[in-house]
C-alpha cells in the first residue's frame, strides 16, 4: 500500500512563500509521476504542477508558471512545491497526488493541506 503524506500549509500573507513536501511511502515506492492539485471551495480539482519520475520533466499551469517550482529527493522518496508571490487565489487545498499503477493516471492521492493566502 502506497501513503503520501502531505505537509507545509498554513496561512501566509500575499506574496509570501510556502513549501508543501509530499513523503510517500510503501512497499518498494515508485512511480510514473508525481503532482499537485488543488482546490478552492466552489471550484473544481486542478492540476497544478508535475513531475515525470524517469525523465524530471515538469509540468506547471499557467496560473502558478514563474511562482510555483516543483522538485524531489529521490533518495527521501519526496516531492516539494515551492510557491512564491503567493496570492489570495491561491488559496485552496492542495493535495499530492501519484501515478504508481499505470502512467497517466493519478491512483493514489494525499489527505490534502489548506493553504490560505491573505490579502
Known amino acids: 500500500q502506497v501513503q503520501l503524506v502531505e505537509s507545509g500549509g498554513g496561512l501566509v500573507q500575499a506574496g509570501g512563500s510556502l513549501r508543501l513536501s509530499c513523503a510517500a511511502s510503501g512497499r518498494t515506492f515508485s512511480s510514473y509521476a508525481m503532482g499537485w492539485f488543488r482546490q478552492a471551495p466552489g471550484k473544481e480539482r486542478e492540476l497544478v504542477a508535475a513531475?515525470?519520475?524517469?525523465?524530471?520533466?515538469?509540468y506547471y499551469a499557467g496560473s502558478v508558471k514563474g511562482r510555483f517550482t516543483i522538485s524531489r529527493d529521490n533518495a527521501k522518496n519526496t516531492v516539494y512545491l515551492q510557491m512564491n508571490s503567493l496570492k489570495p487565489e491561491d488559496t485552496a487545498v492542495y493535495y499530492c497526488t501519484a501515478q504508481v499503477q499505470r502512467a497517466g493516471t493519478y491512483d493514489y492521492w494525499g489527505q490534502g493541506t489548506q493553504v490560505t493566502v491573505s490579502s
Open positions: 513531475l515525470t519520475w524517469s525523465t524530471g520533466r515538469t
